[in-house]
């Protein structure tokens, strides 16, 4: 799970779509910059976040982002919430097929950190009702078949925990309760 969060981390600073302002109205800067290596930034944060958890990982998204600019890459500074805008579309297909980006990317790995539970709620669009009665559903069915662990989803509809999906029981509950989300119960066998 330690992976995926990693990866989710990564997928989140180059896939955010804006940058906010990094400067106050008080002279202060509210965000580190690269340059300043993640200084003490402000307890309060916009968004979704608590001060603490979001403050770490600005910080530490600005460590990668001065390693990214020590290793050939021009990355922008995170934003309020740590988010990297890299661009989007084209630019970002580029920079991915850019030797020297990959090279960055792997020099830069050990200041990769997850992403805050906090932040990633924050950057999540609000569901619907019938969003979340689907998330409350899902869970109930997994829990009646095999996938005891499973956790209830928040009132938002957001906020699923660990749980173990390697148990026969949880392989077992996800291809029965798949087509509520939208997942086949079978598979149709990969193209390519």
Do not use: H
């Amino acid at each position: 799970m330690r992976i995926n969060r990693v990866l989710l981390a990564a997928a989140a600073s180059v896939m955010a779509l804006a940058l906010t302002g990094c400067g106050s109205g008080d002279g202060g800067s509210k965000v580190p910059t690269a340059a300043s290596e993640g200084a003490a930034a402000s307890g309060s944060s916009t968004g979704g976040g608590s001060g603490d958890d979001v403050a770490a990982y600005v910080a530490a998204q600005g460590k990668y982002v001065k390693c990214l600019r020590e290793n050939g890459i021009d990355a922008p500074d995170p934003d309020a919430q740590g988010n990297i805008d890299f661009g989007g579309g084209d630019n970002l297909r580029a920079l991915k097929k850019n030797p020297k980006f990959k090279t960055a990317s792997v020099a830069c790995d050990e200041y990769l950190t997850a992403v805050p539970e906090s932040v990633e709620k924050g950057n999540q669009p609000a569901l619907t009702a019938a969003q979340i009665k689907v998330k409350q559903e899902y869970a109930t069915c997994m829990q009646k078949n095999g996938a005891a662990d499973f956790p209830d989803p928040g009132a938002d509809g957001l906020g699923q925990g660990e749980w173990d999906q390697t148990s026969a029981g949880a392989k077992r509950a996800t291809r029965i309760c798949g087509p509520i989300v939208g997942v086949p119960a079978t598979a149709a066998p990969g193209k390519g």
